[in-house]
C-alpha cells in the first residue's frame, strides 16, 4: 500500500511550491484564426500501436492484437477520412511505432499532417528519475526525425503524465508545445516556479477523448457504457461551445479505438457538424499553437 502523505501538515510554502512548479500562465487565445476565421479545430490521433501492452512486457498476445488494429485497420480509415475532407491532422506517436511501421509515419507526414512526440514506448513519465524521461525523450525524437526526416516540435506525454521533469526536459528540447494539461481550453504559456518558459500548452481533456468512453479493461469492471451516438452529441457540444467562443476544438482520438467500423462514422458526422458552420480552420496542433504564439491578444 502506498504510504499516506501528510499534506495536511505541510507548511504553506511547501505546498505552494508543488502547485506553482507547473503553472498556466497568460493565455495565448488569438482575436480570431488564419484567414479570419472564428474557430479553430485541432484534430489529433495517438498512434499508440502496440506500444501500450509492449510498455508492460508485453506479456499479453491478445492485447497485443488489439493494439496491431490501429495500423492494419485504423490508420487507413482514418486517413482515407482526413483526405476525403481535406484535413490536416496531428499524431502523436512513441518511437516504438514508428519503428514499427516508417512508412506510415511517412506517409501521414507527406500527406500535411504532423508527427509529434508521444514517448519512446509509452513509458510512464512519474515512475522515472528525471535522466531516464529526457534520455527517452530526447531518443524519441531522435527516432522520429530519423524516420520521418522532420524534427517534432511538439510532445504529447504518454497517458499525459506529466512529471515534476517534463516541462524542463521540453524546455530543453527547444520543443514548440505540450498537449498533456487541462488548466484551459485555449492555448496558454507554461509557467514553471513562477517563470515564463515559451512553451506553449494546448490543453487536452478527458471529455474530448475517445478512450475515456470506449476502452475497455477486460479483467476490471470497466465497460464501455456510452454509445457512439451519445459521445457524437458530447463532441458536438464541446465544439458549437468553442464556435460560440471563438476559441479552439481540440480532440484526442485513438486509431485502435476510432477506427473501428462503428465507430468511424462518428467522426465523420463530427466533421460533417463542424464544416456545416462558416469560419472554421482545420489545422495541425503545431499550426494552431503557431497562430496563436503570434497573435495573441
Known sequence: ???VLDTWNWPEERWRSVLNHVRAGRSLKPASWADGARCAVALSFDSDHESFELRDGGKSVSALS???FGPRQGIPRIRALLERYDIKASFFVPAVSAMLYPDEQRGLAEA???IALHGWIHERNTLLDG???RELQLRAADKLEE???VRPVG???PSWDFSAHTLQITREMGLLYDSSLMADVDCYELLMDGEPTGVVELPV??????AAYLIMDRWGG???QIAPADILGIFMREFDAAYVEGGIFQLTMHPDIIGHRSRIWLLEELIRHIRSHPGVWFATHADVVRHAKQHAV
Request: glycine residues 12%; without cysteine.
Open 205 to 210: 481533456e478527458w471529455i474530448r477523448d475517445d
Open 222 to 224: 470497466l465497460r464501455p
Open 131 to 133: 535522466a531516464t524521461e
Open 155 to 157: 510532445i504529447r506525454t
Open 1 to 3: 500500500m502506498d504510504k
Open 66 to 68: 488489439q493494439g496491431q
Open 147 to 149: 524516420i520521418v526526416g
Open 112 to 114: 500535411g499532417n504532423e
